[in-house]
């Protein structure tokens, strides 16, 4: 299964749209543009076709944590 597999999984089973996607990554400080987006969702055969790198899908996955837990706490915050 190739990462943009993974991406195509993860955009229905999420019910994302491109402009959330582009939020989650937003929140792993990764920007990307909604025409790269497009282009890892499009299929191998077609011209504009671009696979999914590694790290576009590592900082997706860290998006997506941040997306539904909150961001990580600071070290000693909350501590009494």
Do not use: W
């Amino acid at each position: 299964m190739s990462n943009n597999d993974i991406m195509k999984k993860l955009r229905v089973a999420m019910q994302f749209t491109d402009d959330d996607i582009i939020e989650v990554l937003k929140l792993a400080d990764f920007r990307i543009t909604k025409a790269e987006i497009g282009a890892i969702f499009r299929k191998e055969d077609h011209p504009n076709f671009k696979p999914c790198g590694d790290q576009i899908l590592r900082n997706f996955l860290n998006g997506l944590i941040i997306y539904k837990r909150g961001p990580r706490p600071k070290p000693g915050a909350g501590v009494s």
